[in-house]
């Protein structure tokens, strides 16, 4: 099949659904399928049009407005007509003016987050709905999203994991570290209560950059984490892709919840019980020398892409 997604950011950008649809893509490359992403410029170093390990990249000029978007869209619009099945990964906007060009062409949508806003903006609700209608079908990266948008979904996942063959390494590292977005939505100011106390990293990007630097070191984005994970440091983390790749190295996993959405995402994960969840800065300082099982079941991303094959083919 021709398939064609639609992501707003694709690698070498990092992050959870960048690193989704890369590996997906790959897995359905080694199946014989044609891939191709349809992404924005993040960077002006970037090639307009790029093979990845078989995924063909085309990306358009980095753009905020709709308008502008679908104005770069628009002499790609061939890439839409013949594709066999298009998939959106949360912008289906993005599409929305071709899906009345080409009322019959299978499009799907994979909801991979919510909008870091709580309580639910009701806009963000009736958009999602709105998505989730103009689409053929459609995936949710996590339960939790059916219960607070309402999506009415035919899959859910959790993503993936690579499988880590290494020997423990131990090093000079700090134990302790901190992994994702340097942003409030994250429930950062509940963390920093806690590093206060520890000699921690942080492995991300955000606004609060400069209040992390005043506790502890700050490094930026990281592509490989495996060097640092096969230490076996404590992780504190908060987001699906990099809690699996954590307990895989064996890592003990901290995540703090900071509202009842965030509560559900983490206690609905599938392996929540091999990891500390907890809603203060107090109940995460007493989980540190509580320890957890070890997780020993993991998602690969032929699994993902088993749900991808199926929902396609329904």
């Known amino acids: ?16 659904v960048e690193k989704h649809v890369l590996r997906v893509g790959e897995e359905l490359v080694k199946k014989g399928h044609q891939v191709t992403v349809l992404t924005q410029k993040h960077s002006r170093k970037l090639a307009d049009s790029v093979n990845l390990g078989g995924i063909k990249v085309i990306r358009i000029p980095f753009c905020q407005s ?38 019959t062409k299978p499009v799907f949508t994979t909801f991979h987050g919510w909008e870091g806003k709580f309580p639910l903006p009701q806009k963000n609700i009736w958009l999602r709905k709105i998505w989730e209608k103009l689409s053929w079908g459609n995936i949710c990266v ?26 423990f390494s131990k090093s000079n590292f700090p134990e302790y570290i901190f992994i994702g977005r340097l942003e409030e939505d994250l429930g950062l100011s509940e963390y920093l209560q ?3 106390k520890l000699p921690v990293v942080f492995i991300g990007a955000g606004s609060l950059k400069s209040k992390c630097a005043k506790v502890g070191r700050t490094l930026g984005k990281v592509k490989d984490l495996s060097v640092i994970l096969k230490q076996r440091p404590y992780v504190f983390a908060a987001s699906y892709l990099t ?17 009842p959405l965030k509560k559900d995402y983490l206690e609905k994960f599938p392996a929540a019980a091999n990891i500390h969840v907890s809603g203060s800065a107090g109940e995460l300082i007493s989980q540190l020398n509580q320890p957890r099982p070890l997780c020993r079941r993991f ?16």
Not at 143 to 161: A, E, H, P
Not at 243 to 259: D, H, K, R, T
Not at 299 to 314: E, F, I, M, N, R
């Open 1 to 16: 099949m021709n398939i064609l997604f639609l992501a707003r950011y694709f690698y070498p950008h990092i992050g959870g």
């Open 194 to 196: 806690v590093f206060k």
């Open 142 to 167: 996590g339960d939790y999203l059916c219960k607070w948008y309402g999506t009415k979904t035919d899959f859910i996942t959790y993503g993936g994991v690579d499988l880590p063959d290494f020997q």
């Open 66 to 103: 709709k308008w502008g978007i679908w104005k770069n869209l628009w002499p790609l619009r061939r890439l839409f007509r013949q594709a066999d099945i298009i998939h959106c990964h949360d912008i289906f906007f993005w599409y929305l003016p071709f899906r009345f060009l080409y009322p």
């Open 299 to 314: 998602p690969s991303w032929q699994d993902a892409v088993k749900l991808y094959q199926q929902l396609w083919q329904q």
């Open 243 to 259: 809690i699996w790749e954590a307990l895989a190295y064996g890592c003990p996993v901290f995540s703090l919840y900071q509202n």
